[in-house]
């Protein structure tokens, strides 16, 4: 009851400021990695939403994950500072989120499924790849709740034409 509740506070504050981010994609692209507790490989997408803040991006992400005798389907809602640093093409950032994991897993033969909702933080860089308007980046993921307790990801942002 109390987690319904406050996904729904948070989502309330958190919509008008999405819907605006929502009108310009900056990027989108694919990320791959592995997670710990469950121990997963994962496949997902995610795209770097406009500004909602001087260098505060929303970036939600899909991920698929298998592994440890279970399947995880995740949605991550995070907003990332990013860093401005001179003399230096690459952008750490550093984030929060809301995740929502859908996990289906067989226990003793039997199919069983289970919905948890956690927070996470996030620590990252990108960098621009010479000669093509994309970039690579790295993060690590730790989760808070319910949620797996460490993400390592790496993927690649290919820019939307405005």
Known sequence: MIRKFALA??????????AHAAISTESIGPRVGFSLDPDQIFVGGQAVMG????????????????????????????????????????????GFGLGIDFASFDRAGVD????SVGGN????????????????????RLGLGDL?????????????GH
């Open 51 to 94: 500004e909602i803040a001087r260098d505060v991006v929303w970036s939600p992400n899909i991920e698929l994950g298998v592994g440890d005798h279970q399947t995880n389907i995740a949605f991550n809602m995070d907003f990332d500072y990013r860093f401005r640093l001179t003399d230096t093409d690459w952008r750490p950032y550093a």
């Open 112 to 115: 069983d499924s289970d919905t």
């Open 9 to 18: 506070v948070l989502a309330g504050a958190l919509i008008p400021a999405m």
């Open 121 to 140: 933080f996030v620590f990252g860089a990108a960098v621009p790849i010479q000669r093509s308007n994309s970039s690579f980046f790295g993060e690590l």
């Open 148 to 160: 797996p307790s460490l993400k390592i990801t790496a993927g690649w942002q290919f820019p939307m």
